[in-house]
């Protein structure tokens, strides 16, 4: 394939992002149309150009005389591509210029290349302008930098930056098949830099990514792919043998395994997850792991369609919510997301806790768990769930990560570590009836 062609093959998946399609949707279909040598760069045109698309497109707002007409859309993404690169790659200038020409005559608008050679050469030559405003210096939208203004007055620039680099490679290692000083002394031995994570016991960081079929053990189950913050779930839980676990939307199944891992005798580990279509994605880490758990299709909210009435010990509840942690792994979450999708997923994320909490046994423990930094989604559920559930008490978590909210613990997105997450952990009482809202010092981390 020509780069002229992997040009306008980017341009159309990220047509595809403007009307509504994340990256995980509608880039495979673009990957599949390219030679497997091809597939890193269409991948990282789209991905570097959703990263800085808010400034990209002041940008060429302001070189354009007038907006392309909504039929040449795509004309405008194969713009914003070739701007891209002439702010954030290696790629020669002349190149740029030359390929996009080019892609535009092959995506069917040769009118429009005198249009794309002026703009670009006018580009080229007079530099990047000054940002207008912080939403377009880093690259966000206009509500979600004053709702992170707003939320972590001291935080927010750093929020904002993070979330423009690239996510490190994170494994956890499968304590059921060895230790993590084990796995980095087999990573050495294949020339693979790493080091430990410092929150998770069996977190270890790649210094460069690669391909997983490159990490030693990983067909037979020794070691998965996983963030650091999401691994932190399986302590919180408290874990011992003969307990039975819900994982509440389940997909795609890391933490369901990081359970199963951490504690290999427990009586049950339900996994539930509304989408059918994720179901085998679940069960394909679980294969390569090795493990079995109890995977039901099902709305979590709606217990009477899927719960046996037998209490669970714990509960995982990782909620739907607007991925405002993981932005730098899914920077389309900048075009996708809408302001106006806070609330109704606040509603859902206290109506879930609501349900579950009813099929949780007395003496129980729940953790509450989002990818999100918005306070909307995060301590505060917690706080409207306590002021109405007097059975329920805050256990305190360890005080040596992330930042205390009083109802649970921020992590903001780390540039050099973990992605943004909210946990709290909660426990009913064993009466099932104590009117007391305490706090209790729980096991930490």
Not at 56 to 80: F, G, Y
Not at 144 to 155: C, G, Y
Not at 192 to 215: D, F, K
Request: net charge negative; with cysteine; aromatic share 6%.
């Amino acid at each position: 394939m020509t780069a002229t062609s992997l040009r306008a093959e980017a341009a159309l998946v990220m047509q595809a992002v403007e009307d509504g399609q994340s990256l995980a949707q509608c880039l495979p279909d673009g990957l599949a149309s390219v030679p497997p040598s091809e597939k890193p760069q269409l991948q990282a045109l789209c991905y570097g150009t959703c990263r800085w698309y808010h400034r990209l497109e002041a940008e060429l707002t302001q070189r354009l005389k007038k907006p392309l007409r909504q039929s040449d859309r795509v004309i405008h993404q194969l713009l914003l591509i070739a701007l891209f690169q002439l702010r954030h790659s290696q790629q020669a200038s002349y190149a740029v210029l030359n390929e996009t020409v080019e892609a535009c005559r092959a995506l069917g608008w040769p009118h429009l290349t005198g249009l794309v050679n002026g703009i670009l050469r006018a580009a080229e030559r007079e530099g990047e302008p000054e940002p207008a405003s912080a939403a377009v210096r880093f690259s966000h939208p206009e509500w979600m930098v004053e709702k992170l203004r707003h939320n972590w007055p001291d935080h927010w620039q750093a929020i904002l930056a993070a979330n423009n680099t690239q996510a490190p490679m994170t494994l956890r290692v499968n304590a059921s098949q060895g230790s993590r000083d084990q796995y980095l002394q087999w990573l050495k031995e294949v020339e693979i830099a790493a080091e430990p994570t410092r929150l998770a016991p069996y977190g270890i960081q790649l210094t460069r990514p690669v391909p997983v079929e490159h990490l030693p053990g990983f067909a037979d189950g020794a070691v998965s792919v996983q963030d650091e913050a999401a691994q932190l779930c399986t302590i919180l839980l408290d874990l011992a043998p003969g307990q039975r676990v819900l994982d509440a939307c389940a997909a795609p199944g890391g933490k369901t395994c990081a359970i199963l891992e951490q504690c290999p005798e427990l009586a049950e580990v339900v996994a539930i997850d509304q989408s059918a279509a994720r179901l085998p994605r679940i069960q394909e880490n679980l294969d390569r792991l090795c493990l079995s758990a109890t995977l039901q299709e099902a709305d979590a909210a709606r217990t009477e369609d899927w719960w046996d009435q037998e209490p669970f010990d714990r509960i995982l509840l990782d909620v739907p919510c607007s991925a405002s942690g993981v932005i730098r792994r899914h920077p389309d979450i900048k075009l996708l997301r809408r302001e106006s999708d806070i609330t109704p997923l606040a509603g859902i994320q206290l109506g879930l806790l609501e349900k579950l909490w009813l099929t949780l046994k007395p003496g129980g423990r729940l953790v509450y768990a989002t990818c999100s930094v918005f306070t909307q989604e995060n301590h505060r559920i917690i706080q409207r769930f306590l002021r109405q559930q007097p059975e329920a008490r805050l256990i305190e978590i360890d005080p040596d990560w992330g930042l205390d909210t009083r109802f649970g613990r921020q992590l903001l997105p780390d540039a050099q570590a973990h992605d943004g997450f909210f946990y709290a952990v909660l426990a009913r009482s064993e009466s099932g009836n104590d009117p007391q809202r305490t706090s209790e010092q729980g096991n930490g981390l």
